[in-house]
């Protein structure tokens, strides 16, 4: 099976930060990579795909680099909204899809 | 638009069954694989189980193999996963998501989740 490694667990930033969110794939996955968020009591919302890939209506200061085994997600200028926990996903294996543990983005 | 409707979960003893469904609308269901995932209270994301849109290729994690089952009905646009033998660790919020390709694609559309609950 394929583990995804997220860093770090938990990340204080400031509106207007720049942030930069790190996975690791215990074997290469490809650009089969895709970036989620989740906000308390809601369900994961789609940000990217194919690791560089912006998902339709999602604001052009996310973005996603990587392949291989090492991948970023970095959100260029914090706004208030995008406080909320981020998961990775690959999805290069039929053994099953695997997410990252988290990481949570907080207020500093 | 495309939604995604979980139902059927609640109270279960260790042991007990469960059956969960998911009704999908606003695209064409059975060209589309579909998954469950879940999220224990207070944990991360856990993938569970796999269906292609045909419904002929089923897969699933470990924990989960030999006591789960996931189904479709695609006349009905409608996902299940049977959950047998549960156990406490199974307590988690349950979503259905649709997926383009089973397995080899991401996770476009989520429901809004259901929660089950495991416990004597």
């Known amino acids: 099976d394929i583990q995804m490694t997220q860093s770090p667990s938990t990340l204080p930033a400031s509106v207007g930060d720049r942030v930069t969110i790190t996975c690791r794939a215990s074997r290469s996955i490809s650009r089969w990579l895709a970036w989620y968020q989740q906000k308390p009591g809601r369900a994961p919302k789609l940000l990217i795909y194919?690791?560089?890939s912006l998902e339709s209506g999602v604001p052009s200061r996310f973005s996603g680099s990587g392949s291989g085994t090492e991948f970023t997600l970095t959100i260029s200028s914090l706004q208030a909204e995008d406080f909320a926990t981020y998961y990775c996903?690959?999805?290069?294996?039929?053994?099953?899809?695997?997410f990252g543990q988290g990481t949570r983005l907080e207020i500093k | 638009e495309v939604q995604l409707v979980e139902s059927g979960g609640g109270f279960v003893q260790p042991g007990g069954s469960l059956r969960l469904s998911c009704a999908a609308s606003g695209f064409t269901f059975s060209d589309y694989g579909m998954s469950w995932v879940r999220q224990a209270p207070g944990k991360g994301l856990e993938w569970v189980s796999a269906?292609?849109?045909?419904?002929?290729?089923?897969y699933y994690a470990d924990s989960v193999k030999g006591r789960f089952t996931i189904s479709r009905d695609n006349s009905k646009n409608t996902l299940h996963l049977q959950m047998n033998s549960l156990r406490a660790e199974d307590t988690a919020v349950y979503y259905c998501?649709?997926?383009?390709?089973?397995?080899?694609?991401?996770?476009?559309?989520w429901g809004q989740g259901t929660l089950v609950t495991v416990s004597s």
């Open positions: 996903q690959q999805y290069e294996s039929y053994s099953g899809l695997t």
């Open positions: 269906i292609s849109g045909s419904g002929d290729n089923t």
């Open positions: 998501a649709q997926q383009w390709v089973v397995l080899k694609y991401q996770l476009d559309y």
């Open positions: 194919d690791a560089s």
